[in-house]
């Protein structure tokens, strides 16, 4: 089983910054893909960024270049940095991970539906 706790989440205005963090349990995978997810009203959830156990990163393109996901394997705690919010950045974010999805970071960017473990969510909310 692998429990995930997003936190960070908040209102900020555009072009400010925010970071996210999930706290990871699992007692019993040590080797586990994760990644940021989103889903605004009205909207599909969609991947954000995606790090494997590797390291190796993937970003969708609305994104790339402004937020930075990482993994604190001493901590367990995933982030996500996000610079030069956007309004359309809105969203509630969500954090996932799978011990067993053999696919790459940008593949798995697409897979939202071959994730096992997601968290609760956290809000942003960006404002003009």
């Known amino acids: 089983v692998v429990t995930l706790v997003e936190s960070g989440g908040n209102s900020v205005e555009a072009v400010g910054s925010l970071t996210l963090s999930c706290s990871v349990s699992s007692n019993t995978y040590t080797r586990l893909i994760m990644g940021w997810f989103r889903q605004a009203p009205g909207k599909l959830r969609v991947g954000v960024a995606v790090?494997?156990?590797?390291?190796?990163?993937a970003y969708a393109e609305s994104v790339k270049d402004r937020f930075t996901i990482s993994n604190d394997t001493v901590k367990n705690i995933l982030y996500l940095q996000m610079y030069n919010l956007k309004p359309e950045d809105t969203a509630m974010y969500y954090c996932?991970?799978?011990?067993?999805?053999?696919?790459?970071?940008?593949?798995?960017?697409?897979?939202?539906?071959?994730?096992?473990?997601w968290g609760q969510g956290t809000q942003v909310t960006v404002s003009s």
């Open positions: 790090i494997d156990a590797d390291g190796s990163v």
């Open positions: 996932a991970a799978d011990p067993f999805l053999a696919l790459t970071p940008s593949q798995a960017l697409h897979s939202r539906g071959d994730f096992d473990y």
